[in-house]
C-alpha cells in the first residue's frame, strides 16, 4: 500500500487529471461508441530496428466499451469480507450492493464493476471513470482527485468501494461513522492486479463466479496480446527500445517519471521495453531532473495526452525542458501519448491498452 499512498499525497497536492475533458469521450449511453476496426497485431510488419522510427503518436483504444462477463449476475448476501485499511486489515459485512459508490485514482474499481455486470449498482463514479455509460453517473471526486464526502453520502450509497488512493484518507474512513460500509480492497497497478482487483471486488459484491470469469479473460487476453507483441521486440538487446514515462503537468510546472511499482513499468516491460527508470533504481514517481533525464537517454517517452497536451505539445515540451532535446526520444520526436483514463487504468480493457500502445510504439502507421 505504500506507493499507493505515496500517489494519493502526491495528487491530492498538486495533480489536477483532466480526465473530465475527455469524459465520455466516444461515448453513447449503452453503447460501445465509435469503433474502428485494425488488422491484427500479428498482420503488422515488423520495423529492422524500432529505434529508427521517429514522430509523436497517440495510442487510441480500437474499443473503449468494457464488456460484461455476465449480465447482472444476483448477488448472494451477506457476504464477510476483508478491508485494508492503510496498515491494518478489518472484516466487513456487506448486506446490500443495491447503491455503490466506486473510487481509486485510476477509475479501475469502477470498470472492474462494470466488467462483472454490475453497472447497474453504480451510482458514484471517481473523474477517472469515463468508459462508454458511465456519463450519466454522477462524480464525488474534486480536482486534485480529492473527495467530495458531502456528494458520497447525498447518493445514499449501501456500500462504499476503494483502495485508498483518494482522500483525505481519514474523511472516508469517517463514512463508516454515519452506517455506510466501507471496502478498502489492494489494488495494484499491474496487469496482474487487474485480475487480482476482479476477485476482490466480486467478493464484496457478492458475485464470486463473475469475479473468476472476470479475472480470467484479463489473464488470457493478455497472454495473447503478449504473444503477438514478442514478434516486435528485438532478440538483439541493444536495439529494444528504452522506454520511460513522463507525468505531465505543464501548467503546474510538474515532471514526474514514473519507476518501479507505479503500473508504467508493467506497460514498458509487457511492451518489450528497457525500463530507464527501473535501470536507474527509481520506485514510485519521482521529479524529472535534466542530469537524470540526460543519462537515461531514452529512446522513447510514455505520457499521458492531457499532459502533453499542457505543454503545447511537444515542441512546448521540449521547450519547457530542454534536456529532453538531447535525448534521443527528443531528438527523434518518438513520444507515445495515450488518454488520462486509459493509460494506468489496469482492468477489462487492460489488453486493449496494451495493444493500443504497441501498435503506436512498433507500428505507428497502424494506428487509427
Not at 467530495?148 to 476503494?162: A, C, G, M
Not at 469475479?211 to 541493444?238: C, H, Y
Not at 499521458?304 to 530542454?322: I, R
Request: charged share 25%.
Amino acid at each position: 500500500m505504500q506507493f499507493r499512498r505515496l500517489t494519493a499525497a502526491v495528487a491530492i497536492t498538486f495533480m489536477v487529471v483532466a480526465t473530465a475533458a475527455c469524459s465520455g469521450q466516444g461515448e453513447s449511453e449503452g453503447g460501445a461508441g465509435p469503433q474502428t476496426t485494425l488488422a491484427p497485431l500479428s498482420e503488422m510488419s515488423v520495423p529492422a530496428d524500432p529505434r529508427n522510427l521517429t514522430g509523436t503518436h497517440t495510442a487510441v483504444l480500437e474499443n473503449r466499451a468494457i464488456d460484461p462477463v455476465q449480465s447482472d449476475a444476483k448477488p448472494v448476501l451477506p457476504v464477510t469480507v476483508t478491508s485494508h485499511d492503510r496498515a491494518k486489515e478489518s472484516s466487513v459485512t456487506v448486506t446490500d450492493t443495491s447503491r455503490v459508490v466506486a473510487f481509486d485514482m485510476a477509475g479501475s474499481i469502477a470498470s472492474t464493476m462494470w466488467g462483472l455486470g454490475q453497472g447497474k449498482r453504480l451510482v458514484g463514479r471517481d473523474i477517472s471513470t469515463d468508459f462508454p455509460g458511465s456519463k450519466k453517473i454522477p462524480i464525488v471526486t474534486k480536482e486534485g482527485h480529492s473527495i467530495d464526502i458531502e456528494k458520497v453520502i447525498e447518493l445514499r450509497p449501501t456500500l462504499v468501494l476503494t483502495d485508498g488512493t483518494i482522500g483525505p484518507l481519514d474523511v472516508v474512513e469517517q463514512l463508516r461513522d454515519v452506517g455506510i460500509p466501507v471496502v478498502f480492497v489492494k489494488n495494484d497497478p499491474s496487469f496482474a492486479g487487474a485480475s487480482e482487483l476482479a476477485h476482490q471486488v466480486a467478493g464484496a459484491l457478492g458475485v464470486p463466479e463473475a469475479g473468476e470469469l472476470l479475472a480470467q479473460r484479463i489473464a488470457s487476453e493478455l497472454d495473447g496480446v503478449k504473444t503477438e507483441i514478442a514478434r516486435f521486440v528485438p532478440k538483439d538487446e541493444a536495439k529494444r527500445l528504452r522506454m520511460v514515462f513522463l507525468y505531465i503537468r505543464g501548467n503546474s510546472g510538474v515532471y514526474y517519471l514514473f519507476g518501479d511499482e507505479s503500473g508504467a513499468d508493467d506497460l514498458i516491460s509487457s511492451l518489450g521495453g528497457i525500463d530507464v527508470a527501473k535501470e536507474m533504481g527509481w520506485e514510485g514517481m519521482k521529479p524529472m531532473t535534466d542530469e537524470a533525464i540526460v543519462d537515461a537517454r531514452p529512446d522513447l517517452i510514455l505520457t499521458m495526452t492531457h499532459g502533453l497536451d499542457s505543454t503545447d505539445g511537444v515542441a512546448g515540451l521540449l521547450e519547457a525542458k530542454p534536456a529532453l532535446a538531447l535525448t534521443p526520444a527528443g531528438k527523434n520526436s518518438r513520444i507515445i501519448d495515450m488518454a488520462d483514463g486509459d493509460i494506468l487504468t489496469f482492468g477489462p480493457r487492460s489488453a486493449r491498452v496494451l495493444d493500443a500502445l504497441a501498435r503506436a510504439v512498433y507500428s505507428p502507421g497502424s494506428t487509427p
